[in-house]
């Protein structure tokens, strides 16, 4: 007993200590967006504001258009989530539940392309787009990453432990597989489903290379690119940076507070970190 208390506490020390870790960026971030220009040029650097002060929040909205950057965010965020769980689900269905002719060789052809770093496909989508002559809209930032070769194979290893005898008795009362796919295999995959949403929305608010290249106005720019505008050539009000960049991740840290019971159930379920 006395040897399981002791294990019990080293395992809260370590897990302690590891989570202060991990929370001293994004505490010092909040500090220095609560400090003025020249405390966070004192040498030693602070650590705590004395005084706090709001300039650095009030002077992000004066350089850039944080409201309709963070809206562009939550839009093309939304959009990429609705997309991605689209197209992977009926991919992921179709190589999982139909089975179609060739299915293990487009598997290993997936597996391929998630080994392939994703920035090489930047060109390619570039021109594709312009070819479309969607080059500076919303819809520009998330449509080519709707297409997550990775969303497929995980949704396919959520989907093939659906019982076939569910899927047979469907058939059997005549469903189409738009609606076994609706009813049936979406429900019981559902961890599959909102991890991959997840992960969607938090690679799109934090994307920065892909919205540069193929946005030029700051108005149909995301959160990413639009925090960087604030960067200096010769000097950089990091109080500013910081206070922009705590701004930023509050949304994702309020819907993480909210939503953490169903969001740890569905990464253990998926077995991602």
Same mark, same amino acid.
């Given at each position: 007993?006395?040897?399981?208390?002791?294990? #019990?506490?080293?395992?809260?020390?370590?897990?302690?200590?590891? #989570?202060?870790?991990?929370?001293?960026?994004?505490?010092?971030?909040?500090? %220095?967006g609560?400090? %003025?220009? $020249?405390?966070?040029?004192? +040498?030693?650097?602070?650590?705590?504001?004395?005084?706090?002060?709001? !300039?650095?929040?009030?002077?992000?909205?004066n350089?850039?258009?944080?409201?309709?950057?963070?809206f562009?965010?939550?839009?093309? *965020?939304? /959009?990429?989530?609705?997309?991605?769980?689209?197209?992977?689900?009926?991919?992921a269905?179709?190589?999982?539940?139909?089975?179609?002719? #060739?299915?293990?060789?487009?598997?290993?052809?997936?597996?391929?392309?998630?080994?392939v770093?994703? !920035?090489?496909?930047?060109?390619?989508?570039?021109?594709?787009?312009?070819?479309?002559?969607?080059?500076? %809209?919303?819809?520009?930032?998330?449509?080519?990453?709707?297409?997550?070769?990775?969303?497929?194979?995980?949704?396919?290893?959520?989907?093939?432990?659906?019982?076939?005898?569910?899927?047979?008795?469907?058939?059997?009362?005549?469903?189409?597989?738009?609606?076994?796919?609706?009813?049936?295999?979406?429900?019981?995959?559902? *961890? #599959?489903?909102? *991890?991959?949403?997840?992960?969607?929305?938090?690679?799109?608010?934090?994307?920065?290379?892909?919205?540069?290249?193929?946005?030029?106005?700051?108005?149909?720019?995301?959160?990413?690119? $639009?925090l960087?505008?604030?960067?200096?050539?010769?000097?950089?009000?990091?109080?500013?940076?910081?206070?922009?960049?705590?701004?930023?991740?509050?949304?994702? +840290?309020?819907?993480?507070?909210?939503?953490?019971?169903?969001?740890?159930?569905?990464?253990?379920?998926? /077995?991602?970190?």
């Amino acid at each position: 007993m006395h040897a399981q208390n002791q294990a #019990g506490w080293r395992i809260y020390a370590i897990t302690t200590i590891v #989570g202060l870790l991990i929370l001293a960026p994004f505490a010092w971030m909040v500090a %220095t967006g609560l400090m %003025t220009t $020249g405390q966070t040029l004192m +040498v030693p650097p602070r650590l705590i504001p004395s005084p706090p002060t709001l !300039d650095g929040v009030i002077e992000v909205f004066n350089r850039i258009p944080f409201a309709t950057l963070l809206f562009n965010t939550i839009v093309v *965020s939304a /959009g990429r989530a609705i997309g991605t769980l689209i197209v992977c689900a009926t991919a992921a269905y179709a190589l999982a539940i139909i089975k179609v002719p #060739g299915t293990s060789a487009i598997l290993v052809g997936i597996l391929a392309l998630i080994m392939v770093p994703g !920035d090489i496909f930047i060109v390619p989508n570039f021109a594709i787009i312009a070819s479309f002559r969607m080059t500076d %809209t919303l819809v520009a930032l998330f449509l080519p990453s709707v297409f997550d070769v990775f969303g497929v194979f995980l949704l396919y290893q959520f989907f093939r432990g659906v019982p076939r005898e569910l899927i047979e008795a469907a058939r059997l009362d005549g469903a189409s597989h738009l609606r076994i796919l609706a009813t049936i295999v979406v429900p019981v995959a559902r *961890s #599959g489903i909102v *991890s991959l949403a997840i992960l969607s929305v938090l690679s799109e608010w934090k994307d920065l290379l892909w919205p540069l290249v193929v946005n030029r106005s700051i108005d149909k720019l995301t959160l990413g690119p $639009g925090l960087a505008l604030l960067r200096g050539v010769y000097t950089t009000d990091w109080n500013v940076v910081m206070a922009a960049g705590a701004m930023a991740a509050l949304p994702m +840290v309020v819907i993480f507070l909210v939503l953490q019971k169903q969001f740890i159930t569905s990464f253990a379920r998926s /077995g991602l970190k």
